[in-house]
């Protein structure tokens, strides 16, 4: 039977792991099936945490070459392997952009911006879903994004961030309430 | 008539002294900011749901490769 449809790629069948192996035996360009595979919801992942559509596609390259580098590292599923990577660099980028707002105020130089949020506002338009999650602190923003962007099971939550299914209940519980503040403070 | 206003006085101070002691949550919320409540919490969630569809740009996974290096890992 012909049919116009495109074949398909990606052999979903392929295991990870098998994929894994053929790259560390010397096939570098079978690694394009692991970016393939995971780059949206890893894309959507720091889209959420960063607001940018830029600085979420520089950490997915960093993560995806880190993760090509160290390859011969993975133990057990590479996708929470990888997930782990682009989470720590979303992190990393914002603690690193806190820091240098603070380092300015701390050597009175002006910067430019009032705060890291202005500064993003300042290059890209955003909109109101991610001016509302970059009003919580990044643990919060982590958990809400996680539950209700991804959603991830709590105990999948947990596996992933190292911690228990309580603290992610009250991260998730803390963030609509921080949510619906902010809603309040907007209308008041 | 002075038992009346009386009476009337203590329904109010009871009210008032009811209306102090249930929690701010508790408290009945005016028409137009539940709705502005519902109009907000029903935007956030379209958008929520927009971004549970978006896709990683096109080409991203070209860029990668190419920003990756070509010795092999073996």
């Keep these: 039977v012909s049919t116009s449809e495109p ?13 894994i192996q053929r790259v560390l035996a010397g096939d570098r360009d079978e690694f394009t099936v692991l970016i393939t595979r995971y780059s949206d919801p890893l894309y959507r992942h720091a889209l959420c945490m960063t607001g940018s559509p830029d ?7 960093l993560s995806f070459i880190k993760a090509y580098q160290h390859l011969a590292e993975v133990r057990g599923r590479f996708d929470a392997w990888v997930f782990r990577i682009v989470a720590n660099g979303c992190k990393d980028w914002l603690k690193n952009i806190r820091r240098s707002h603070l380092s300015y105020d701390e050597d009175d130089q002006p910067s430019g911006y009032a705060t890291p949020d202005e500064e993003l506002d300042r290059t890209e338009l955003r909109s109101d879903l991610d001016v509302a999650l970059s009003s919580l602190p990044a643990s919060l923003r982590e958990a809400f994004v996680m539950k209700h962007v991804e959603g991830r099971s709590y105990e999948e939550m947990a ?20 949510l619906q503040a902010l809603l309040e403070e907007k209308y008041a | 008539m002075r038992d009346d206003v009386r009476s009337a006085r203590s329904v109010e101070q009871a009210r008032h002294t009811a209306e102090g002691e249930r929690p701010a949550s508790d408290r009945e919320v005016p028409i137009d900011g539940m709705q502005r409540d519902v ?22 996974e070209a860029r990668i490769m190419a920003a990756i290096p070509m010795e092999p890992l073996g």
């Design chain 2, 39 to 60: 109009a907000f919490w029903r935007s956030f969630e379209e958008q929520l749901s927009a971004r549970r569809r978006t896709r990683a740009p096109a080409g991203l």
């Design chain 1, 55 to 61: 600085v979420a596609e520089d950490i997915l390259q």
């Design chain 1, 159 to 178: 596996d992933l961030l190292g911690t228990t299914v309580g603290a992610l209940k009250m991260r998730v519980h803390r963030a609509r309430e921080a």
């Design chain 1, 7 to 19: 074949e398909l790629l990606v052999d979903q069948d392929d295991t990870d792991q098998r994929i």
